[in-house]
Nanobody, 125 residues
């Protein structure tokens, strides 16, 4: 499975951005796709994830109500819609995937075997 993330950029606080993660190599019919981010000097942290078959989502508390994870089965693509962006959202964002339908901890980056290359999001105040 190859993942290609795109959509990052520089925005002002309060703006919106949508990240995309296109999967190739196999059609996703099960498993989980997640988004993580890593700010400079910080550890990689969970942002959100979606169970591919059901569309069920999970979010980090820090983004709940502002970010939305969705997927397009036909395009084999996952999205991260980010609204009301804050300077503390500045980070490199990574998409990740696992073919395991029920990972033990969906928020643990070690559950994910496949990773995209990362896309930088910069939010200015």
């Amino acid at each position: 499975v190859q993942l290609q993330a795109s959509g990052g950029g520089s925005v002002q606080a309060g703006d919106s951005l949508r990240l995309s993660c296109a999967a190739s190599g196999r059609a996703f019919s099960s498993g989980v796709m997640g988004w993580f981010r890593q700010a400079r000097g910080q550890e990689r942290e969970f942002v959100g994830a979606i169970r591919w078959s059901s569309g069920t989502t999970n979010y980090a508390d820090s983004v709940k109500g502002r970010f939305t994870v969705s997927r397009d089965n036909a395009k084999n693509t996952c999205y991260l819609q980010m609204n009301s962006l804050k300077p503390e959202d500045t980070a490199v964002y990574y998409c990740a995937a696992t073919t395991i339908m029920w990972p033990i901890n969906i928020k643990d980056h070690r559950e994910y075997a496949y990773w995209g290359q990362g896309t930088l999001v910069t939010v200015s105040s």
